[in-house]
């Protein structure tokens, strides 16, 4: 699975998500541990952190509170994978996030 490794700020999603969805830039994964020993590809974790690239508008009486460029925390194993013009994103309920950084 290739991560993508573009500047949020030049990303922009050709999609719009619908209600209270989100799509995410997930992180790079982390290439070395805190020690300096290098991670195999099989041990690396899945990021738990990203960029907003696109937020729905939310529902009826529930607007959307995070908006593009936010850099928030997830779940491990929140949202759905998608591609998009070749990069990978994560595309998941804003009750799926955990907090904005």
């Known amino acids: 699975m290739a991560k993508a ?33 290098i991670i195999p590809d099989t041990a690396k974790e899945k990021p738990q952190r990203g960029v907003v690239i696109a937020a729905g508008p939310g529902k009826k009486d529930e607007p959307v509170t995070v908006k593009e460029g936010d850099t928030v925390l997830y779940g491990k194993y929140a949202g759905t994978e998608i591609t998009l013009e070749g990069l990978e994103y994560l595309i998941m309920r804003e009750s799926d996030i955990l907090a904005i950084v």
């Open 5 to 37: 490794t573009a500047k949020p700020a030049t990303t922009k999603a050709s999609v719009t998500p619908l209600h209270d969805r989100v799509i995410v830039l997930p992180a790079a994964a982390e290439e070395k541990s805190a020690g300096g020993i």
